[in-house]
């Protein structure tokens, strides 16, 4: 028979799988025989059970029977007994952290007659009892029986209004006693039945409630955000309560071994006196800073430090914790790796291999590429003229401009026009994550680096600024006030700087980060820690990569970028990039030519333009290869638009002003016209209908690696033939270039260096890959055709029109343009590896579609053995990271 639940004692930090994160790292805490208040773990097998069958699992009640009969004896007292009652909190714990995406019930076993013996227990404290019991009444309503929050929430303010105070500590035991019979009629109300008396039915249903919250909007939401898998559940953890409001000799805490923010050692995390675990994440009241503990409790400063380090040392890495003070006692109520900001995951990175914690491969699988990418982001300009209005906590940094808005929705339907948006909040909760998700930037007037809104924009990479408590938020007015008196309506522009905490009206100018400025060269940033921590990380990375990086580039400015950013080459150097702007006119006499000779002349136009670009990338990138595709696109991209050109004939038929050229024209652009042009006349295909035009291209090349080499350079072409399908369109064309090298080797007495292969983008071409390799001397998967041929759709015509409802239905968990469909697409390309391998062991092989930047991507090109990726300029840092994070995982799994 499966069991489903575990004590505390019977688990460990690598069950997460089984136990969820919090469970597993509760029972690892347990076993460090750290002060951990007795419980036990519902497991995620039996959630899943539950979602799988429609109801709780078999044999789970009995177990939860006997589990809670060993807690109640390890307590000495009894679940809801009215004289001396044991009280549980009932708290979810997936295997990755999911920050306020589910739910939690706190005080489960209180009801009408147990709250009187609560008050005896705490010494006649009925204030103490009472909130507790209000608060269970406020959690189980709305997590339980689905009220919304604002329903108890309206009714607490009002009677705060009417005790003319804005702090729920001025309530009194008779104010709370009220409280909760309104709570309770509320709950009849909206709930539709009572408050359920019995403590065990409370229990059974809050459990239930935790494994429904893993399928919630919200959760499913930040799923899909984070790429988390829709199958894993959750675990509960049923947990005896201990209590932080008390009085003035307890509180609760969140506290981190190192700033999540910046990565800087030191005393990070929030305090609040007289209050439960919720009060402090849920930012609802400002805290204290941690160290402000030392002076109201010295003791459990003293412990909770020393445990601390502990965790820190145990875990290898940066914890976030927290924990109860029960009048002078520390508990401990949960740890976890703690989530950080991309600079923060740097600097802790870099700091612990220096330190000797852990080593410089485990250092680099800790940070990711997309991190990196946000280190990458531009920062606001501090010579700019900007109005400072306001400052809060810097919890997680950036710079974000965009109009202020004041709820979620708002947010979305903004961001989804196009426009960028600020999310301004007293606090966030977590129905506010879809609008969290499509902002630039958070910005709240309460809470601190612990509220909600700080965890979950660091985990997502947005810039946030919390607790700028000098602002007055009046959200439903649609507006802020400033401390100067500086008002912010909703559509407002500001910006935020999510690295001082600083809030300006109106747009700040950015500039390039300190990272992306050492990637350029600029010594003045050499000094910064942060890029002493990128670099040890990126020379490791690079130290250990088999994964070669290349760019995509199409100027010498850009292969200049792409050198001084790691490029070890270029990957894609699309040629019909060059043929745009003043020169599309040339290829306009192309397409108009009547006769071989009107057709040679224009390609004659065209051939010293292309050299001229040719020599300026070789140079830029000598010493390296340099893949260039022959040109691709169907060639009525070249052309005007058919509706503009009839509009243009009609009125200069009207006015007399016939043109012959216009009226040809417009017969070319008639004539061009296809159905599906990218299906159509490209790549190879106009190489052999349109005589001399790949021909005019090789020569371009060829001549330009035979100036860089008469120049003292070293060319190292690679050209490539794009949309192959059959080994004979390759044969063809490359017959075509062999033949205009030996005439140009001829003519500048230059022996050529150079390869011939194609970009591997159709079906077909996978499936007789090992016949096209018997001609190609590299592939080059061109990733993004591929995954349209498989999938059947355009990407122009279809990311707008269902991608989401896709996403949202979870047939995609992301965009197969954004990260490559390793089952589909994945499949091919690993066929045509192995295929073209099998007929030349000595075949290159590389991917020049925008996949090559993807992260995860990335480590399966290196797992099927492609000898390169090739991405943006701005990408190949990333590419290069995770390249060596492909390795390192390698060689640890070895």
Not at 486 to 493: F, H, M, Q, R, S
């Amino acid at each position: 028979m499966t069991q489903y639940v575990y004590d505390f004692s019977e688990g460990g930090m690598d069950q997460k799988d089984l136990l969820g994160g919090k469970g597993a790292n509760l029972a690892e805490m347990t076993n460090l025989g750290l002060p951990v208040p007795p419980g036990f773990t519902i497991s995620t097998e039996a959630c899943r059970a539950y979602m799988t069958e429609g109801k709780e699992p078999d044999g789970l009640s009995d177990e939860v029977s006997e589990h809670l009969k060993a807690l109640e004896q390890a307590r000495g007292n009894k679940l809801g007994d009215p004289g001396d009652p044991l009280l549980v909190s009932v708290r979810s714990g997936a295997k990755f952290s999911m920050p306020g995406m589910m739910e939690t019930v706190l005080n489960v076993g209180l009801n009408d007659e147990s709250v009187k013996g609560l008050a005896q227990v705490a010494g006649g404290d009925e204030r103490f009892a009472y909130d507790s019991y209000r608060r269970l009444l406020q959690m189980f309503g709305s997590t339980v029986l689905g009220i919304e929050a604002s329903v108890f929430a309206e009714a607490l303010d009002a009677l705060k209004a009417d005790r003319k105070t804005g702090d729920d500590l001025d309530l009194t035991a008779e104010d709370l006693q009220g409280l909760i019979e309104t709570y309770k009629g509320l709950i009849a109300e909206h709930g539709g039945r009572d408050f359920p008396q019995d403590p065990r039915e409370q229990l059974d249903m809050a459990v239930l409630a935790v494994f429904d919250s893993w399928n919630t909007e919200r959760a499913a939401l930040y799923r899909r955000q984070e790429r988390i898998p829709d199958d894993l559940g959750t675990a509960v953890n049923i947990c005896s309560m201990v209590f932080g409001n008390g009085g003035d000799d307890s509180g609760t805490g969140v506290a981190f071994t190192r700033d999540p923010a910046t990565g800087a050692q030191g005393l990070y995390g929030d305090y609040l006196v007289n209050a439960q675990g919720e009060d402090v994440v849920a930012g609802i009241r400002n805290t204290i800073p941690l160290a402000e503990l030392e002076q109201v409790d010295k003791a459990a400063y003293d412990e909770l430090l020393a445990i601390m380090q502990k965790l820190e040392h145990h875990y290898k890495d940066l914890c976030d914790i927290e924990f109860t003070v029960e009048h002078g006692k520390l508990w401990m109520l949960q740890t976890r790796v703690g989530k950080r900001t991309a600079e923060a995951a740097f600097r802790i990175a870099h700091s612990f291999a220096t330190e000797g914690i852990i080593d410089l491969d485990e250092a680099v699988d800790r940070v990711t590429g997309a991190q990196l990418a946000q280190l990458m982001f531009p920062r606001f300009d501090s010579d700019a003229e900007r109005h400072l209005i306001g400052k809060g906590m810097n919890a997680s940094p950036g710079a974000a401009v965009g109009k202020a808005v004041f709820d979620s929705q708002t947010a979305v339907e903004w961001a989804a026009s196009g426009d960028d948006v600020i999310l301004v909040r007293r606090t966030t909760t977590p129905d506010d994550l879809a609008g969290m998700v499509a902002a630039k930037g958070i910005l709240t007037s309460r809470g601190g680096k612990t509220s909600h809104a700080a965890v979950v924009a660091r985990g997502m990479g947005r810039t946030c600024v919390c607790g700028a408590d000098e602002l007055d938020v009046d959200t439903e007015a649609g507006q802020f006030t400033a401390a100067d008196g500086t008002v912010v309506k909703e559509g407002d522009v500001i910006s935020i700087d999510g690295t001082t905490g600083e809030i300006f009206e109106g747009a700040v100018d950015v500039v390039d980060s300190v990272v992306v400025r050492h990637f350029e060269g600029d010594e003045a940033a050499e000094g910064d820690d942060l890029v002493r921590a990128v670099t040890a990380l990126m020379d490791h990375a690079d130290d250990v990569r088999r994964l070669g990086v290349r760019a995509n580039a199409d100027t010498p400015a850009d292969a200049a970028r792409a050198r001084r950013f790691g490029a070890q080459g270029i990957g894609l150097c699309r040629t019909e990039h060059m043929f745009l702007g003043e020169r599309r006119e040339y290829v306009e006499h192309l397409i108009l030519a009547d006769t071989p000779d009107e057709q040679h002349e224009a390609l004659s136009a065209l051939l010293p333009m292309q050299r001229d670009d040719f020599v300026g990338i070789l140079e830029a990138m000598d010493g390296l290869p340099v893949t260039i595709r022959l040109l691709d696109p169907p060639l009525h991209e070249f052309l005007p638009d058919y509706t503009e050109l009839a509009v243009q004939v009609a009125i200069e038929e009207e006015h007399g002003e016939d043109s012959p050229r216009t009226h040809k024209l417009l017969a070319a652009v008639k004539r061009l016209h296809e159905e599906n042009p990218m299906l159509g006349l490209r790549g190879v295909r106009l190489g052999i209908v349109i005589p001399g035009l790949f021909t005019m291209q090789a020569r371009a090349i060829l001549e330009a690696a035979a100036a860089r080499t008469a120049a003292g350079g070293d060319p190292r072409p690679e050209i490539m033939v794009p949309l192959v399908g059959d080994p004979q369109e390759l044969e063809l064309i490359k017959a075509e270039i062999i033949a205009v090298a030996a005439e140009v080797e001829q003519e500048t007495g230059t022996k050529l260096t150079f390869m011939v292969g194609t970009m591997i983008e159709l079906p077909r071409a996978v499936a007789v890959a090992g016949r096209i390799a018997k001609s190609a001397e590299f592939f080059s998967f061109g990733t993004n055709d591929l995954t349209q041929m498989t999938w059947g759709f355009s990407r122009d015509d279809v990311e707008a029109s269902f991608f989401s409802t896709y996403l949202d239905k979870g047939i995609f968990a992301v965009s197969p343009f954004e990260s490559l469909d390793i089952e589909g697409v994945g499949l091919l390309v690993e066929h045509a590896v192995k295929m073209g391998r099998k007929q030349r062991p000595d075949l290159h092989l590389g991917v020049c579609g925008e996949h090559g930047g993807d992260p995860a991507s990335i480590h399966f090109f290196d797992e099927v053995g492609l000898d390169y990726v090739s991405c943006s300029p701005y990408r190949v840092p990333v590419a290069r990271l995770e390249a060596g994070r492909s390795a390192s995982a390698t060689s640890a799994s070895a």
